[in-house]
């Protein structure tokens, strides 16, 4: 593809997990994103510990740092190795060679946060860390943009899928904490040493960055106290649950006066309605309050190679975004295309509906025997007594087209035995 | 306030509901928001069709368009007086004025949206609209930045307060359409003609959207197959909560292929374990998949004077992080305040426990009394014999202090009928 405008031009540290999901993402979305920004991304230079266990097509693989850093084509740093050093002595480096850093590390962000960010201010770039927490969730862009206008006065997070997942499935398959653990290495959620996840430091690491975005203050990680869910038992979970409470692994970042915040990272019983309440499996979620917007809730998946890589290049078109011209392109494309919009007879979904009918012998399988003509088969049915000569059938189908649906309903209502049909709802997304 | 950067000045067309939200937002918020943006954020000029019912501090309000239109002075223009004309003929004037335009008018950008961009584009400048779908939610931030380096496959939203209360009502209080919409009007989340909402109109415009910020697809509203709420009936509702489903009124976006689209808006009934589905009373939530991210959803407050001016005031900071120098201040402050960080002992939470406790007379009362000793209340206990000499039993304490709860597990655990307190578990957020 050629473009007449500079493409944005990437050096990756770092080519494990996360680096990869990054090149895939800019691979198979490469129109996609070259549309909303208006010129193509691309992967220039990816610096590697051992380069002859990478080839990759078109891009120079290198075990020298500098060759990314002093190369001035390279507009953007994305620093995928993780880890403390020399990961952190790289980003420093980028920062003052004046590239604009993107980073998944949520360690280094929670640590060096303020030094990064005045390094930065003093080199005129800047440093964006949209992966750090929440994986694919644009949690940090709805603090910095989103809810700009707001002082945020809490925030509670699920922030560790592995956790989360464990919680689930000690209460939806009353496992035990042991079994649950090994079915989250079974699936991969889980790492081999899952210490950090468990013991609840990866969620406090997280919830020092939240507390810098969305309440603006600085504290450090030793100042967090974490408490993991490594002593949860079923059992609580079972109790908790007849109380009307479901058990989340919650990090807390609470405004309490102008220079104090209480965070903490904790089991956490919350009511049942609660919207936290319904993160289930691997998925985290963030749930906010602001003194003007009242509470939010951002939902989606907190790790994971495509969902993390989506957040590092929603920074990286971001950061070309404002960089590019005065008039920015992160508002929609100028020239949307047209689509035609199918009719709702094409429209397929699940059907329930209530029918009114005669109390009879017949009736039911009569109704069954127009659906099965019909093709549709059912997937519930329930029938109620009303009035002495008269019952309620109440059905949900199987996925069928809306014209399907409508020719059957129009038989069912042809049937002297059907006095009428009551209500229909599609069910399903 | 003396600032020496040349503050954002802001005209607003407009001064009622959400025309005050903004004019509240601003003057609450203040200092949030000049520390965000590096300067402050000022309505220099208000217009109204009478003049004389308005009076309004250091402003200047005024019923000719042109007092807006033609200040040089001014950077941004509000348009918040809602209907299709005289705003529509207003935000094209102000385009090719020059100046940058952020409205709530879902109509509008419904139907012109194109006309908009294009004239926005001739002009160099351009038209935000956060606050048209979702109140306070930054769902449109989300997909132009956020998701942006996904094509989004499919949008399913709840994007009205008004039937979402009144569906809620019907389930929670078994109340019939009628009642339940009364109740919506008394709390006054319902207009007193509340059929743009009830029919789905409302929605309707709203995920047409939807369909050009998160499908980049320009569809007409014409085009959008919409049915409201006013037929659900409690029956229904209950017949569908036993098969496991609730029912909300969705607005479906889905790509279907490069050239077209399902768009459409209707009762459905979906899984209760659905996120969707703990989408209760007046809020708004927006789910979505991307082809990277996965699913996401967000959620938040869908109207009010308060979150829809949050969001107006979101587009108007992200205006200006752009337009101000190239060093974008969409990152955060690099000055972070440190702040103290409470020690977890001042925490203050409800507390669960379950002891395990010798089987004998006058142990419950034992503990009972402890508990009363220490000042703590019970608010939930339960009792479960587990082996013939024992028993467990389970508190959950009324809000305390961490001291307190520490203290008093001491003491429990010095009983000698107490074997053991077995789990703690915070209760509530």
């Known amino acids: 593809m050629v473009s007449a405008k500079k493409p944005?031009?990437?050096?990756?540290?770092?080519?494990?997990?996360?680096?990869?999901?990054v090149y895939e993402i800019i691979h198979t979305n490469r129109d996609t994103i070259e549309q909303r920004?208006?010129?193509?991304?691309?992967?220039?230079?990816?610096?590697?510990?051992?380069?002859?266990?990478?080839?990759?097509?078109?891009?120079?693989v290198t075990d020298v740092i500098d060759d990314i850093l002093t190369d001035p084509d390279i507009d953007i740093v994305v620093e995928v190795m993780g880890g403390h050093e020399p990961a952190c002595d790289y980003i420093k480096r980028a920062l003052e060679h004046k590239k604009y850093v993107v980073t998944a590390n949520k360690d280094l962000i929670a640590k060096h946060k303020k030094t990064f960010f005045e390094l930065a201010e003093k080199n005129g770039v800047d440093i964006f860390f949209e992966a750090s927490v929440g994986g694919g969730i644009p949690i940090i862009?709805?603090?910095?943009?989103?809810?700009?206008?707001?002082?945020?006065?809490?925030?509670?997070?699920?922030?560790?899928?592995?956790t989360n997942f464990i919680l689930t499935q000690l209460y939806e398959e009353k496992k035990e904490f042991s079994d649950a653990l090994k079915a989250a290495q079974d699936k991969g959620f889980a790492?081999?040493?899952?210490?950090?996840?468990?013991?609840?430091?990866?969620?406090?690491?997280?919830?020092?960055?939240?507390?810098?975005?969305?309440?603006?203050?600085?504290?450090?990680?030793?100042?967090?106290?974490?408490?993991?869910?490594?002593?949860?038992?079923?059992?609580?979970?079972?109790?908790?649950?007849?109380?009307?409470?479901?058990?989340?692994?919650?990090?807390?970042?609470?405004r309490v006066a102008s220079d104090s915040v209480f965070v903490a990272v904790y089991p956490t019983a919350i009511p049942a309605a609660h919207p936290l309440a319904m993160v289930r499996n691997e998925f985290n979620a963030i749930y906010s309050t602001g003194n003007m917007v009242g509470e939010s809730m951002i939902y989606g998946k907190g790790a994971g190679s495509l969902p993390t890589g989506s957040a590092i290049l929603s920074d990286i078109l971001d950061i070309a975004f404002d960089s590019s011209t005065h008039r920015s392109r992160r508002n929609l494309e100028s020239h949307l295309n047209?689509?035609?919009?199918?009719?709702?007879?094409?429209?397929?979904?699940?059907?329930?509906?209530?029918?009114?009918v005669q109390d009879a012998p017949g009736v039911l399988q009569g109704i069954c025997t127009k659906c099965n003509d019909a093709l549709v088969s059912i997937k519930r049915i329930n029938q109620y007594e009303t009035r002495s000569d008269c019952m309620d059938v109440v059905i949900i189908t199987d996925t069928i087209c809306e014209s399907v649906f409508t020719d059957l309903k129009a038989t069912l209502l042809a049937e002297p035995s059907v006095y009428g049909v009551e209500s229909v709802i599609r069910v399903g997304l």
């Open 191 to 254: 790492e081999a040493d899952p210490t950090s996840d468990i013991s609840g430091l990866d969620s406090a690491y997280k919830i020092v960055i939240l507390t810098a975005v969305a309440l603006k203050r600085n504290i450090q990680i030793e100042d967090v106290y974490y408490e993991g869910i490594a002593d949860i038992q079923y059992t609580d979970i079972a109790h908790l649950d007849t109380f009307g409470y479901r058990v989340r692994l919650i990090a807390k970042a609470k």
């Open 8 to 21: 944005v031009t990437l050096g990756l540290i770092g080519f494990g997990n996360v680096g990869r999901g």
């Open 141 to 162: 862009k709805s603090f910095k943009v989103g809810y700009s206008a707001n002082q945020i006065e809490s925030v509670y997070g699920i922030l560790n899928g592995t």
């Open 37 to 60: 920004l208006g010129r193509p991304v691309v992967i220039k230079t990816i610096c590697v510990r051992h380069v002859a266990k990478y080839q990759v097509e078109n891009i120079r």
């Open 338 to 356: 047209d689509a035609r919009v199918l009719p709702m007879s094409d429209n397929r979904s699940q059907f329930y509906m209530r029918l009114s």
